[in-house]
């Protein structure tokens, strides 16, 4: 069997296009959906990360504001940064770009972010909305994989989803959106035993485990869905997922590649969430 490629790159590409026409009829209300990116320090990747989040806000018409902290401000300062936002009625979502440096607290700084504003879906409050099936926002990455199945015409419901990797970003709630849509999920870890007995269970298997080529074709069931989450450097500095590919897609009947596969659905998502809360402002 050889899998078919599951185009990410593509699939988001629609969804922004749909998120920008969403974005002009909100325009045309007098509503422009506006995102604040805090990025504390210099690092260099989150640089990048930031960058590309505020050049997808201005391609879709939406108001981005880039808030620049230096490495050393105090935990206080940055909360009441987050604070004077949350207020702001210019701003429908605040990211606070990860990781933070070592002194500042980022469970409190994840939980100072109004939920009505939390667009990466990692306040409790939203996370447990999420649990319950409750209107929130998702977080973006599962919430990409959830949207590139669908949009393949991948049914959910029944099969046998089996996470590998339970980080509170992309694990865990990506087997609650599974579990939400009717599918039997396994969560497997770093102290899972014999973890191929359980990956071979899988009629989808999910991998966000940040390790370069960890599944491999002994891992999967043939015909299996298998999305890889992970973005990985190998050891000659090429892009490279969780998943060796050329060997699995063999094995696959659908497969997400890397680059091109789950990565663009992250930001995608991102937008989508700040227009909600956008849209959902108006009403508020
Ligand atoms: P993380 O916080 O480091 O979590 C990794 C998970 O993998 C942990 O739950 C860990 O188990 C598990 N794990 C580690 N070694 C394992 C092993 N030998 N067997 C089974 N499980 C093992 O990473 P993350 O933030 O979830 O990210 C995972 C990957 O996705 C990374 O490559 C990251 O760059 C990528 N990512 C991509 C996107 C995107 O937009 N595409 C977004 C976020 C992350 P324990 O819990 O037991 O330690």
């Given at each position: 069997m050889t899998a078919v490629i599951i185009n990410g790159k593509e699939i988001a590409?629609?969804?922004?296009?749909?998120?920008?026409?969403?974005?002009?009829?909100?325009?045309?209300q007098g509503?422009?959906?506006?995102?604040?990116?805090?990025?504390?320090?210099?690092?260099?990747a989150s640089r990048t990360y930031v960058t590309n989040k505020q050049k997808t806000c201005q391609e879709l018409g939406m108001n981005s504001v880039l808030i620049e902290m230096p490495e050393e401000v105090s935990?206080?300062?940055?909360?009441?940064?987050?604070?004077?936002?949350?207020?702001?009625?210019?701003?429908h979502g605040i990211l606070v770009q990860l990781p933070l440096p070592a002194?500042?607290?980022?469970?409190?700084?994840?939980?100072?972010?109004?939920?009505?504003?939390?667009?990466?879906?990692?306040?409790?409050?939203?996370?447990g909305r999420m649990m319950?099936?409750?209107?929130?926002?998702?977080?973006?990455?599962?919430?990409?994989?959830?949207?590139?199945?669908?949009?393949?015409?991948i049914s959910i419901e029944g099969k046998h989803v089996v996470v590998v990797g339970r980080s509170n970003i992309v694990?865990?709630?990506?087997?609650?959106?599974?579990?939400?849509?009717h599918a039997t999920v396994t969560y497997c870890h770093s102290r899972t035993k014999d973890l191929k007995v359980?990956?071979?269970?899988?009629?989808?298997?999910?991998?966000?485990?940040?390790?370069?080529?960890f599944i491999t074709a002994d891992h999967v069931k043939e015909g299996?869905?298998?999305?890889?989450?992970?973005?990985?450097?190998?050891?000659?500095?090429?892009?490279?997922?969780?998943?060796?590919?050329d060997e699995v897609s063999k094995k696959a009947s659908y497969i997400t590649p890397v680059p091109k596969g789950v990565g663009p659905m992250t930001i995608t998502m991102l937008m989508y969430n700040t227009l909600k809360s956008a849209a959902e402002s108006i009403n508020r």
């Amino acid at each position: 069997m050889t899998a078919v490629i599951i185009n990410g790159k593509e699939i988001a590409e629609k969804k922004k296009q749909e998120i920008a026409e969403e974005v002009k009829r909100l325009k045309s209300q007098g509503v422009t959906p506006g995102l604040a990116v805090i990025l504390v320090g210099n690092n260099h990747a989150s640089r990048t990360y930031v960058t590309n989040k505020q050049k997808t806000c201005q391609e879709l018409g939406m108001n981005s504001v880039l808030i620049e902290m230096p490495e050393e401000v105090s935990e206080d300062e940055l909360l009441s940064r987050i604070e004077e936002l949350n207020h702001d009625p210019q701003i429908h979502g605040i990211l606070v770009q990860l990781p933070l440096p070592a002194h500042i607290n980022e469970t409190k700084v994840i939980e100072s972010i109004s939920p009505n504003k939390d667009v990466d879906g990692f306040h409790p409050i939203n996370i447990g909305r999420m649990m319950t099936g409750q209107n929130t926002f998702l977080p973006c990455t599962p919430y990409g994989i959830m949207v590139l199945l669908e949009e393949t015409g991948i049914s959910i419901e029944g099969k046998h989803v089996v996470v590998v990797g339970r980080s509170n970003i992309v694990g865990k709630p990506a087997g609650q959106l599974f579990l939400n849509q009717h599918a039997t999920v396994t969560y497997c870890h770093s102290r899972t035993k014999d973890l191929k007995v359980h990956t071979k269970q899988a009629d989808i298997l999910v991998a966000a485990v940040g390790i370069p080529n960890f599944i491999t074709a002994d891992h999967v069931k043939e015909g299996a869905i298998v999305i890889d989450v992970g973005i990985n450097r190998n050891e000659a500095g090429k892009l490279c997922g969780d998943v060796a590919f050329d060997e699995v897609s063999k094995k696959a009947s659908y497969i997400t590649p890397v680059p091109k596969g789950v990565g663009p659905m992250t930001i995608t998502m991102l937008m989508y969430n700040t227009l909600k809360s956008a849209a959902e402002s108006i009403n508020r």
